[in-house]
């Protein structure tokens, strides 16, 4: 069982930056693929980024290329979401996930475990 717990969403201007964590319980978080999805008012949720257990492998949406960066410290139990040049199209709850498998993956249903959420706004 992994427990995951997200920080680091706010309000900001449209063109800031943020950046997201996500904290896993539990000895064997370097051994699951981590990734981020977000959802969007009236909308379903969507890939944003995924790194592999060894932090080798990494996949991006393509509407977040250039702009966000994820990255893992397998030391700390966290995973992070580097997001700069924000739009406020990226408005949304992002969430982090957590799979067995190990690997970057971009389909939601291939994750095992979730965090609650963190908000993220981006004024225009």
């Known amino acids: 069982q992994v427990q995951l717990v997200e920080a680091g969403g706010g309000l900001v201007q449209a063109g800031g930056s943020l950046r997201l964590s996500c904290a896993a319980s539990g000895r064997t978080f370097s051994g699951y693929g981590m990734g981020w999805f977000r959802q969007a008012p009236g909308k379903e949720r969507e890939f944003v980024a995924a790194i592999s257990r060894s932090g080798v492998s990494i996949a991006y949406a393509d509407s977040v290329k250039g702009r966000f960066t994820i990255s893992r410290d397998n030391a700390k139990n966290t995973v992070y979401l580097q997001m700069n040049t924000l739009k406020p199209e990226d408005t949304a709850v992002y969430y982090c996930?957590?799979?067995?498998?190990?690997?970057?993956?971009?389909?939601?249903?291939?994750?095992?475990?979730w965090g609650q959420g963190t908000q993220v706004t981006v004024s225009s």
């Open positions: 996930a957590a799979n067995r498998i190990g690997a970057a993956r971009g389909d939601q249903y291939e994750y095992d475990y």
